[in-house]
């Protein structure tokens, strides 16, 4: 019985995405270049994108007063969930993860850069 329960632990703790072990600190020095259009923590406000407070885990498209592009409403309405997958295919790729999406940052080229920033996110 023991065993089962240590290898079911066990299994659990390998099925976390490697995105969980991103480093927050490097994450808020990696969000400088995302601050030119989003903002996060008290008081965050929508600027030319959205505010990103508690966007990891979030269905898509639910940030009160902010206008999305058609492409990101349609993949809200499809059920699109900002987990830390499709943060993460995004933020490498935004024009090749959402076609037409209004996002014009090319996206961050290092992954350890990426998880580091869903890392800081996931903070808010």
Known sequence: MKAGLILTALAAALAVPALADGDAAKGEKVFNKCKACHAVGEGAANKVGPQLNGIVG?????????????????????????????????????????????????????????????SYLQGF
């Open 58 to 118: 979030a269905p898509a498209g639910q940030v009160d007063g902010f206008k999305y592009s058609d492409a990101l409403t349609e993949a809200a309405a499809g059920g699109l969930v900002w987990d830390e997958e499709n943060l993460a295919a995004f933020l490498a790729k935004p024009k090749d993860f959402m076609k037409g999406t209004k996002m014009t940052f090319a996206g961050l080229r290092k992954e350890d850069e990426i998880e580091n920033v869903i």
